[in-house]
């Protein structure tokens, strides 16, 4: 197993281009997550999917848009990129029941907007 | 709104201390989590604690809930460098969902 795997791992942007970050689990786990790190803030959740199909809201999710169109797989869109934007990535996955929340954390992907 | 506040934000101690990092709320929380992260990599999952006084360990970790569940301790005995990493708590509110609410972080280096 790969575990929750992101691409790509490191990109650069300029300010308006627009890219998509790829989060991929093989656990068959049911919820999905995107959150963003920053210096001295700790994890804030972008957005969420509790399922296939479904998206939610996090903390921040100005800025921002994902998909689920597949249970394996939740995309995260940035439509015309700002430097505010800079930061690091990370997705997750947990299972709906059991496992007492834990969430499992891929690699990360590091964004510079200039 | 900073929901989870944890102290200290950095910690720098010689090999062998012992220290205690402290995750503290005014909410309170279903189940509390502790992350670790290493430089380039996601965090990962070390403990959950679920009822209020519970305690756990992990080999030279211990790890505490408030009896409030509002509240929550990772203490590390006899620290080698191989802990030097970025510790997160998290709280999770109940419900279905039971988002994560993360804290700030403590930033830890043991300096052999």
């Known amino acids: 197993n790969a575990g929750v795997t992101q691409t790509p791992k490191f990109r650069v942007l300029k300010t308006g281009q627009s890219m998509t970050l790829l989060c991929a689990q093989d656990?068959?786990?049911?919820?999905m997550y995107w959150y963003r790190q920053d210096p001295g803030m700790g994890l804030r959740l972008i957005h969420y999917?509790?399922?296939?199909?479904?998206?939610a809201k996090g903390e921040v999710p100005d800025g921002y848009n994902v998909s689920r169109l597949k249970k394996q797989n939740f995309l995260l869109g940035l439509e015309s990129a700002a430097p505010s934007q800079t930061s690091v990535y990370f997705c997750?996955?947990?299972?709906?029941?059991?496992?007492?929340?834990?969430?499992?954390f891929g690699p990360g992907t590091r964004l510079t907007v200039l | 709104t900073q929901l989870l506040e944890q102290s200290p934000q950095f910690l720098s101690i010689q090999e062998g201390e012992n220290l205690t990092v402290y995750c503290n709320s005014s909410?309170?929380?279903?189940?509390l989590q502790w992350y670790r992260q290493e430089p380039g990599e996601g965090p990962v999952l070390l403990v959950t604690?679920?009822?209020?006084?519970e305690v756990k360990k992990l080999k030279r970790l211990t790890f505490q809930f408030g009896d409030a569940r509002k509240d929550s301790s990772l203490h590390i005995t006899a620290a080698q460098p191989g802990d030097t990493g970025l510790y997160l708590c998290?709280?999770?509110?109940?419900?279905?969902?039971?988002?994560?609410?993360f804290g700030k972080g403590t930033k830890l280096s043991v300096k052999p």
């Open positions: 998290a709280g999770a509110r109940g419900g279905s969902q039971g988002n994560l609410i």
């Open positions: 997750a996955s947990r299972r709906r029941a059991g496992g007492n929340n834990e969430q499992f």
């Open positions: 656990m068959n786990h049911e919820y």
């Open positions: 909410s309170v929380f279903s189940s």
């Open positions: 604690v679920v009822t209020g006084g």
């Open positions: 999917s509790v399922g296939e199909g479904t998206t």
